[in-house]
């Protein structure tokens, strides 16, 4: 099945505890992009990378860092997370580009204490 | 950057009327307008989606228009059914700014039946 596995679902950490949000697609797509979903402000691109070791910052980087080693995984990793950064973490995946269908994963629920 | 703007944030309506949705976009460059529908607690889905060479598209109960001279565009669902409920959220892609889906804030359908 087509899809776009993101991990962990849900996850309760402290202030400053490095943490890694894993995201992996099985459809050979070359855009993988983050996005964290706020209440009132939408969907907010995190960063994006149309290939592998190719990334770009979006609208909201800052306190995230991302890698692209591999065509499949895109993980996104917050060096010392805090409480600002509790949100709704989804990841996507589309053929090319933005201006293509994006494929999201389930979503991560991320709560920051 | 681009800039998305939707109205309303809250729509509600009852089972049978129709809904539209309405969204303002910044930059003029801007290309691909697609439109997601999220139901609660489920990922965003793609339900239609139009590029900047249409001025509308209809899928079955769903249509967009596209107004590019005002630079708005309008998601029209008819006969609306309580299945229809869930969050919308439209979206526009600038070639000229990066490679990035900027979203708007979001619509809440209700479908009362």
């Known amino acids: 099945e087509a899809q776009v596995t993101q991990n962990p679902r849900y996850l309760i950490t402290v202030t400053g505890k490095k943490l890694t949000v894993t995201c992996s697609q099985n459809?050979?797509?070359?855009?993988m992009s983050w996005y964290r979903q706020d209440p009132g402000l939408g969907l907010r691109q995190i960063y994006y990378?149309?290939?592998?070791?190719?990334?770009d910052k979006g609208d909201v980087p800052e306190g995230y860092k991302v890698s692209r080693k591999e065509k499949r995984n895109f993980p996104l990793i917050l060096e010392s997370p805090s409480p600002n950064q509790t949100s709704l973490y989804f990841c996507?995946?589309?053929?090319?580009?933005?201006?293509?269908?994006?494929?999201f994963g389930a979503g991560s629920r991320l709560t920051v204490l | 950057g681009e800039n998305v703007e939707q109205h309303p944030s809250t729509l509600s309506v009852q089972e049978g009327d129709s809904a539209v949705i309405k969204c303002t976009y910044s930059?003029?460059?801007?290309?691909?307008f697609p439109w997601y529908k999220q139901e609660l607690g489920k990922r965003p889905q793609l339900i239609i989606d139009?590029?900047?060479?249409?001025g509308e598209k209809k899928d079955q109960r769903i249509a967009v228009t596209l107004n590019k001279t005002a630079k708005h565009f309008s998601l029209h669902i008819t006969e609306t059914q309580p299945e229809d409920s869930a969050v919308y959220f439209c979206?526009?892609?600038?070639?000229?700014?990066?490679?990035?889906?900027?979203f708007g804030g979001g619509t809440r359908l209700m479908v009362k039946p």
């Open positions: 139009i590029r900047s060479n249409v």
């Open positions: 459809m050979n797509h070359e855009y």
């Open positions: 996507a995946s589309s053929l090319a580009s933005g201006a293509n269908v994006l494929t």
């Open positions: 979206a526009a892609f600038d070639p000229n700014a990066g490679n990035m889906l900027t």
């Open positions: 990378s149309m290939n592998v070791e190719v990334t």
């Open positions: 930059d003029s460059a801007s290309n691909y």
